[in-house]
């Protein structure tokens, strides 16, 4: 990359802070936007410009990334008098970094090829903790030629760059590995439920996972604690896996391929998203498998 482009990064949350940290302190000359003003203010004292708007930071990139919640939220920030795509012109670029629907995806990349804005549709896998360090993979959607050109900027936030095809394709393989994270996250948090019912220490789990090479798994580690202390602070909160599962499902539905599991899984994730929980992590869908034996308890 010869002239590193201005980037202007929007959505400060959980993942997206950590991203535009890394960013900056990768030395690229970054700017951001956040609906919350306050999310602003640890980059603002590190000297990085603060716009009023979306359309206002779009005005001072050539690359925008978008890492905010869902569709709406992307809708917020990209259309209207004040959103980014009004204030682009050809030859800028777009990375969405948001897991969005295929739909929305294809929807958007066809709206940049007609403005002329190269496109990258480039979810994330990895949470927290691999935004934090650097070492999130990226599934990108694109021309070879834009996934190549970013690279620089897409590995200053993680640690490898996938690339699954043309866009919705970084999206649908997201979709697809999210899959088996939210299996991943309902097992383990069944088997804990389970042994607390037969009362076996259900740390006891996580130990034998651990010694068995077959099922030791970073992600069970990652999670141990939510589940042993009962303590679910949001990492990965519950209301964005269930809007996953959601895509995933409707995907499916499309594709003519039945999810019986997935099916299930969103089911329980619907339960505790109803419970109240969708801020905390989605591992809280323990909370509802174990509320009821504690309940029936007392
Ligand atoms: P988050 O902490 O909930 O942050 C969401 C961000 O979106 C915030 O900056 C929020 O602004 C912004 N936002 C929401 N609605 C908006 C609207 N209507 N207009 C403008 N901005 C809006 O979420 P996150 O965990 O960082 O996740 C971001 C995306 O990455 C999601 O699509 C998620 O599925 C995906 N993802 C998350 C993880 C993870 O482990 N957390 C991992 C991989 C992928 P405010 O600050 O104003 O609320």
Redesign the pocket.
Known sequence: MSIPPRIGFI??????RAMALNLVKAGFQVSVY???RQ?TTEFADMGCEVASTPRALAKLSDTVIT????P??MD??LEGPEGVLGAFSGGNTLIN????SCEYTKALAAKCRVAGVNFLDC??????PAAESGQLVLLAGGDEAVVKKLDPVLKAMGRAVIHAGQPPAGTALKLCVNLVLAHMTTAVAEGAALAEAQGVDPALVFTTLAENPAMNCGYFALKRNNLVNKDYPP???LK?ML??ARFMLSEARAKGLELPVTQAVAGLMERSYNSGYGDKDLTVIHRNLTEPLNAAKE
């Open positions: 959505g400060l949350g959980i993942m997206g956040n609906r919350t999310r890492m905010v919640s869902d709406a939220a917020a920030v970094m948001s897991t969005v979810p994330v896998s990895g949470s927290k990492a990965f909160p964005h809007k996953d």
